[in-house]
């Protein structure tokens, strides 16, 4: 479960770099349900050429977060948003988080 929201999570950042054909295929599979069978009998192409359309999807959804990060910088600032709401908040603390954002 946790692999496809993450997967999910990385469509939703960067679904606007895949083709049409990866977005159509990752949303009937992700959001749908649909079996690799079904998708392709929807749409009028082979069993082959849906999982290699997912598959291809998958990773470059992967790739553009490894070389990007964007996901990975969003949950660090969500970690600081939520530390900065605590009531024991310590300031140096909060600074050397503040300049190890994105490292790693």
Do not use: C, H, P, W
Not at 44 to 50: E, H, L
Not at 67 to 77: A, G, H, R
């Amino acid at each position: 479960m946790e692999d496809k929201l993450e997967k999910i999570l990385l469509y939703e950042t960067y679904k606007e770099m895949l083709t049409l054909n990866m977005q159509d295929v990752f949303e009937q599979y992700y959001y749908s349900d649909l079996s690799l069978r079904e998708i392709g009998e929807n749409n009028n192409i082979s069993f082959q050429a849906v999982r290699d359309a997912l598959k291809k999807a998958e990773k470059t959804l992967t790739e553009l977060e490894e070389k990007l990060q964007v996901v990975k910088l969003k949950n660090e600032i969500q970690e600081l948003q939520e530390y900065i709401s605590t009531d024991n908040m310590d300031i140096e603390e909060l600074k050397n988080k503040i300049r190890g954002l994105g490292e790693n």
